[in-house]
């Protein structure tokens, strides 16, 4: 089983839609989590980090559900600048490792 | 966040040589870095934790003699890719890593080295 699990997409939408993404990690120990976005042919820039309690960015929003182990990301509003792919990953601090996840893919469309 | 460069952006090589790949925090003092390589269309995958005054941590299947890893200061980290072959044609990208908050880790890329070899 992979430490961490996402739908690959794609998801195409609309500008000004909102859509959402959810990611599901293996290992119960998982300290840290994050969502990065990584453009074609780009390296991966850190989105945002996820807080237990759930945390917002703008048009972003995160949240953590550690008893089903996955988290989410909501993004509104969808700009065509917002296309990417959205990449979860989990930090198992103990073990100084970080896993990612295969990637979502977005497509926003005008 | 931090800073990271990578030198070279982009290297083709033919078969059989050996290509160097630099990995510098510029703001940063990193006792560890990682370096990844991704696939088309794949995930990164780890291929090693580089410690700064140490031996590198090599993931399973990962050829510690092919993929030499050298860590000589808190702001320099380098790949060499030895003997290279067609099938290590790849996008390779390093981190940095440290503690941002309250065990709370975060890792920042280099923008990536892109290597085919011929």
């Known amino acids: 089983r992979k430490e961490v699990e996402q739908d690959p997409g794609p998801f195409n939408v609309p500008e000004g839609a909102t859509v959402a993404f959810n990611c599901t990690y293996s290992n119960s120990a998982s300290q840290s989590f994050f969502w990065y976005r990584q453009d074609c042919r780009k390296e991966p820039k850190l989105l945002m980090s996820?807080?237990?309690s759930g945390n917002e960015d703008g048009r972003f929003t995160a949240q953590l559900n550690r008893a089903s182990q996955y988290i989410s990301l909501l993004i509104r509003d969808s700009k065509l600048s917002d296309s990417a792919t959205y990449l979860c990953?989990?930090?198992?601090?103990?073990?100084?490792?970080?896993?990612f996840g295969s990637g979502t893919k977005l497509n926003v469309k005008p | 966040g931090a800073v990271v460069s990578q030198h070279p952006s982009r290297v083709i090589c033919k078969s059989g040589t050996s290509v160097k790949i630099e990995c510098r925090s510029l703001?940063?003092?990193?006792?560890?870095m990682f370096w990844y390589r991704q696939f088309p269309k794949k995930s990164l995958m780890l291929m090693a934790t580089s410690n700064e005054g140490s031996k590198a941590t090599y993931e399973q299947g990962v050829e510690k003699d092919k993929f030499l890893i050298n860590h000589a200061s808190l702001t320099l980290s380098t790949l060499t890719v030895t003997s290279a072959h067609p099938e290590d044609s790849s996008f390779y990208i390093c981190?940095?890593?440290?503690?941002?908050?309250?065990?709370?880790?975060?890792?920042?890329f280099g923008p990536g080295t892109r290597l085919t070899v011929t």
């Open positions: 990953v989990v930090n198992v601090y103990n073990f100084n490792k970080f896993y």
């Open positions: 703001d940063f003092q990193a006792t560890t």
């Open positions: 981190s940095v890593y440290g503690l941002s908050g309250p065990n709370t880790y975060e890792q920042y």
């Open positions: 996820v807080y237990s």
